[in-house]
Antibody, heavy 122, light 113 residues
Framework: QVQLQESGPGLVKPSQTLSLTCTVSGGSISSGSYYWSWIRQPAGKGLEWIGRIYTSGSTNYNPSLKSRVTISVDTSKNQFSLKLSSVTAADTAVYYC??????????????WGQGTLVTVSS | QSVLTQPPSVSGAPGQRVTISCTGSSSNIGAGYDVHWYQQLPGTAPKLLIYGNSNRPSGVPDRFSGSKSGTSASLAITGLQAEDEADYYCQSYDSSLSGQGHVFGTGTKVTVL
């Protein structure tokens, strides 16, 4: 059973870069059958898809965040990562990583990591 | 920011039936993209509840059902139970001139009276 776990600093200063890692256990990130996504949720608000990566390194990003987001994958560590630059208080949120099946049609997210809270503050 | 609209809240007594709507447009649900539903209990990550418009993952009670028509979708909970009190989100895919990607609904809080 595949499990995902987010990790990274819980506090980031404004204008700096937020960096998070998602570690995949119970399966190989290189299986080739999945996309790996980042999703965030500000406190008391809804979910926002940030972007996804395939093991080849191919990425897709939310158009509203595209200029600030970079998602990368490290197959040797069974991890994928998120970098969000020039953060502001509006980027304060719980960040989740999740898996999506690779198919011709966009699919759902399952499973999800437990989430990690990132606060942007000086 | 969300392109899928849900009612902020719905409520019902134990045993009753409640429905949650998810309204989109011609660039997402109306374009033929599937709708999926998630249940989020307080302080936890979202959990897949319905996939591919109307399919339940293993372990999800058959009290939960989903449907899709035109530019909208619905989640129904029959025989409402106290443990169903949670936030519910729909999810689909959007493709428009401004770009494409996964989109979520605004979320609905279900309260069991």
């Amino acid at each position: 059973q595949v499990q995902l776990q987010e990790s990274g600093p819980g506090l980031v200063k404004p204008s700096q870069t937020l960096s998070l890692t998602c570690t995949v256990s119970g399966g190989s990130i290189s299986s080739g059958s999945y996309y790996w996504s980042w999703i965030r949720q500000p406190a008391g608000k809804g979910l926002e898809w940030i972007g996804r990566i395939y093991t080849s390194g191919s990425t897709n990003y939310n158009p509203s965040l595209k200029s600030r987001v970079t998602i990368s994958v490290d197959t040797s560590k069974n991890q994928f990562s998120l970098k969000l630059s020039s953060v502001t208080a509006a980027d304060t949120a719980v960040y989740y990583c999740a898996r999506e099946e690779l198919e011709l049609r966009p699919r759902w997210f399952d499973p999800w990591g437990q989430g990690t809270l990132v606060t942007v503050s000086s | 920011q969300s392109v899928l609209t849900q009612p902020p809240s719905v409520s019902g007594a134990p045993g009753q039936r409640v429905t949650i709507s998810c309204t989109g447009s011609s660039s997402n649900i109306g374009a033929g993209y599937d709708v999926h539903w998630y249940q989020q209990l307080p302080g936890t990550a979202p959990k897949l509840l319905i996939y591919g418009n109307s399919n339940r993952p293993s372990g999800v009670p058959d009290r939960f059902s989903g449907s899709k028509s035109g530019t909208s979708a619905s989640l129904a909970i029959t025989g409402l139970q106290a443990e169903d009190e949670a936030d519910y989100y729909c999810q689909s895919y959007d493709s428009s001139l401004s770009g494409q990607g996964h989109v979520f609904g605004t979320g609905t809080k279900v309260t069991v009276l």
